[in-house]
T-cell receptor, first 114, second 115 residues
Framework: GAVVSQHPSRVICKSGTSVKIECRSL??????MFWYRQFPKQSLMLMAT?????????EQGVEKDKFLINHASLTLSTLTVTSAHPEDSSFYIC??????????FGQGTRLTVV | DQQVKQNSPSLSVQEGRISILNCDYT??????FLWYKKYPAEGPTFLIS?????DKNEDGRFTVFLNKSAKHLSLHIVPSQPGDSAVYFC??????????????FGTGTRLTIIP
């Protein structure tokens, strides 16, 4: 299956700072990437869909100015959590579909804002 | 509005027996369904999927059943092994834009296999 690499796997940051999470597709060109967020013991909630070369599409209730998504190339999408606060602490996961019906996921990033 | 539901948050099964995980959905536009396995602090791993044109798909120890009229699917794992202990998510999507349709996930079921 497709390989999706997400970095960093874990990050701790101070409140008010920004954090960038990278998601790379290693063996295919990903025109679309999905960013999910998972709170403890809860489902994976789609935050936004990023499309290469165009603006991301955000789900209802997700602040686009807070969660900046960039998909500048076919192999890299980034999610930047701006001015992070403790309530942004969560597990963030990227995903892509390779033109098949499966979706492949990155390893996830555990963000802790202190 | 939870369009994909897994009503059992947890399930314990004896090793060697069958594990049955259930999933219900409400959106009739869903026509492709997937099961994922997830360990803590890791991304989900794909297990098995089924298209709405089928009612059963089997892959080794894993079988997924789909009942479209009831909007219900289930994952059977037999025989269950200790390594199967994880959280299992069902997911659904439409196919109107094949290849980049988003997935909607259920709330997950934590499966524990008892040795």
């Amino acid at each position: 299956g497709a390989v999706v690499s997400q970095h960093p796997s874990r990050v701790i940051c101070k409140s008010g700072t920004s954090v960038k999470i990278e998601c790379r597709s290693l063996d295919f060109q990903a025109t679309t990437m999905f960013w999910y967020r998972q709170f403890p013991k809860q489902s994976l909630m789609l935050m936004a869909t990023s499309n290469e070369g165009s603006k991301a599409t955000y789900e209802q209730g997700v602040e686009k100015d807070k969660f900046l998504i960039n998909h500048a190339s076919l192999t890299l999408s980034t999610l930047t959590v701006t001015s992070a606060h403790p309530e942004d602490s969560s597990f963030y996961i990227c995903s892509t579909r390779q033109g098949t019906t499966e979706a492949f996921f990155g390893q996830g990033t555990r963000l802790t804002v202190v | 509005d939870q369009q994909v539901k897994q009503n059992s948050p947890s399930l314990s099964v004896q090793e060697g027996r069958i594990s049955i995980l259930n999933c219900d959905y409400t959106n009739s536009m869903f026509d492709y369904f997937l099961w994922y396995k997830k360990y803590p602090a890791e991304g989900p791993t794909f297990l098995i999927s089924i298209s709405s044109i089928k009612d059963k798909n089997e892959d080794g120890r894993f079988t997924v059943f789909l009942n479209k009229s009831a909007k219900h699917l289930s994952l059977h794992i037999v025989p269950s092994q200790p390594g199967d202990s994880a959280v299992y998510f069902c997911a659904a999507s439409g196919a109107s834009n094949f290849g980049n349709e988003k997935l909607t996930f259920g709330t997950g079921t934590r499966l524990t296999i008892i040795p």
